[in-house]
């Protein structure tokens, strides 16, 4: 069990990354992996690939190169993170800005509606800032400013992740190495993180969407009425599945059987929810 006086060459580390279709609201994970080792020791490593349920935007495909064909068939998130976990166990985490792989994790815990994890996560982007300061800070900066082995795989999961693990092996050096505790490094990281932070609370619907509550826990079809625009309101047969808070917005992800995936809408622009019927537009 690791706890803040365990030297830091005895704490068992998984370093840890995520790939995703984009950074906002409805943001589905598409690949996570970890690195778990202890002091110099390489232990063991974690990489899948996700079906997020729904298309791949261009813009993030060309940034890790995963297409809607690379994981089309793949596990879904809730079964990936289930084994995610276990490798996990009782392991440190750490990743690059840690604040959005958590987040991204913390997204599909609030679809799971499940416990999320207690393991402490360490920022190594915080730590390396106040360790290192001159230059920039990114994985690849610090390629050449650390000398960090290069991964044939950048921009994938667990090229990043391996990349974070000789990270850490450099911020335990610079705290004076495997015999210091845990805490040491903790004084550099900030104060731990953990995925339970980062699960979303749901908003408060208001009348004429109460139907959302029941149709997301019984995953039951609604006809939703949104704004279309110049006067119309549009009607859409959906499964609503989640609703949540994202940055003081309430958004609601549902299953759209027309367009074959999961899509999200602004809870704002939503008129009503009535059982479902057909879509299309009403005058």
């Known amino acids: 069990m690791n706890d803040a006086n365990t ?31 202890r002091g110099d020791q390489f232990l063991d490593r974690f990489d899948m690939l996700i079906d997020p349920g729904l298309p791949i935007p261009p813009e993030s495909t060309r940034i890790h190169r995963i297409t809607d064909e690379l ?8 079964a990936v993170l289930a084994q995610f976990f276990e490798f996990v166990e009782d392991g440190v985490l750490v990743a690059h800005n840690a604040s959005f792989d958590a987040s991204m994790v913390g997204l599909e815990l609030t679809r799971q509606r499940r416990p999320p994890p207690e393991n402490p996560i360490l920022d190594s982007l ?8 001159a230059g920039a800070h990114s994985l690849d900066a610090l390629i050449d400013l650390l000398g960090l082995p290069r991964q044939e795989e950048r921009h994938r999961a667990f090229g990043d992740a391996e990349l974070v693990r000789h990270l850490v092996r450099k911020l335990i050096d610079a705290v004076e190495g495997d015999d210091q505790p845990l805490s040491r490094l903790v004084e550099q990281a900030g104060p731990p993180l953990t995925f339970g932070e980062f699960v979303l609370a749901p908003p408060a619907l208001p009348g004429p969407l109460k139907l959302l509550e029941q ?50 809408f602004r809870i704002d622009r939503l008129l009503k929810a009535e059982p479902g019927a057909s879509s299309g537009f009403l005058f």
């Open 126 to 133: 915080r730590a390396s800032r106040r360790m290192f300061p």
């Open 71 to 78: 994981v089309r068939g793949r596990p879904d998130a809730r």
């Open 7 to 37: 030297p830091l060459g005895e704490v068992t580390f998984v370093a840890f990354d995520t790939e995703t279709t984009g950074t906002g609201p409805g943001t589905r994970l598409i690949e996570i992996a970890g690195s778990r080792f």
């Open 215 to 264: 149709a997301c826990r019984q995953r039951t079809k609604v006809s939703l009425h949104l704004d279309g625009g110049g006067g119309r309101a549009k009607q859409q047969i959906v499964t609503p599945e989640v609703y949540y808070e994202w940055s003081g917005v309430g958004i609601l992800e549902a299953y759209c059987a027309e367009e074959a995936c999961s899509k999200h």
